[in-house]
């Protein structure tokens, strides 16, 4: 199975700035064909599902703010959170869906300095 | 509006056996691979398998902690996906999630199985 590991597993960033996540996957989850990665990033709240945030890496899903971002290409990935806001408080995962077998990262938390 | 809500989850003793559902509208669900995922108390999320449409061939495919234990099965003329978990451990104890999609753009709200004696 591909595995996918997150960082840092928790930070903590003032309103208004910057916060960014990596993920790293243990092998390369660019499709050539297409290529198109194949990793989602999500994010959830306490008490409820998580959502999804972006897909194929770095596309935005309709409706997510602009302030989220994805980026990266083959293992290595990031989402940054622009201009962090006090509803941005929640846990966020990547996941990959190259393989057969889906996996996620252990998600970060991302709180309020 | 998508939307999916899941049930069937409770109290089962270790061994036993306990069938989810999830019923699904706002979208073509025949056509839609869907997936289950669960996540055990303040611990991450876990993929559990997936089905295929029917037209994909419908087949499945599993995880390695539930491969012969869970079956994930739907019934496309009543837009609803299940998963029989027989041979229950405490360790899967978790709130179970249904989600559409290889990149799972829809969730549903979950539903909780505790396995306890």
């Known amino acids: 199975d591909i595995v996918m590991t997150q960082s840092p597993d928790s930070l903590a960033v003032s309103l208004g700035e910057r916060a960014t996540i990596n993920c790293k996957s243990s092998?390369?989850?660019?499709?050539?064909?297409?290529?198109?990665?194949?990793l989602s990033w999500y994010q959830q709240k306490p008490g409820q599902p998580p959502k999804l945030l972006i897909y194929?890496?770095?596309t935005r899903e309709s409706g997510v703010p602009d302030r989220f971002s994805g980026s990266g290409s083959g293992t290595d990935f990031t989402l940054t959170i622009n201009s962090l806001q006090a509803e941005d408080v929640a846990v966020y995962y990547c996941q990959q869906y190259y393989s057969t077998r889906i996996t996620f990262g252990g998600g970060t938390k991302v709180e309020i300095k | 509006e998508v939307q999916l809500v899941e049930s069937g989850g409770g109290l089962v003793k270790p061994g036993g056996s306990l069938r989810l559902s999830c019923v699904a509208s706002?979208?073509?669900?025949?056509?839609?691979?869907m997936n289950w995922v669960r996540q055990a108390p303040g611990k991450g999320l876990e993929w559990l398998g997936r089905?295929?449409?029917?037209?994909?061939?419908?087949?499945?495919d599993y995880a390695a902690p539930v491969k012969g234990r869970f079956t994930i099965s739907r019934d496309d003329s009543k837009n609803t996906l299940y998963l029989q978990m027989n041979s229950l451990k405490i360790e899967d104890t978790a709130v179970y999630y249904c989600t559409t999609g290889s990149s799972g753009r829809s969730w549903g709200q979950g539903t909780l199985v505790t396995v306890s004696s």
């Open positions: 706002g979208f073509t669900f025949s056509n839609t691979w």
């Open positions: 194929w890496a770095s």
């Open positions: 089905i295929k449409s029917k037209t994909d061939g419908g087949t499945t």
């Open positions: 092998q390369s989850v660019l499709y050539s064909s297409n290529n198109k990665n194949y």
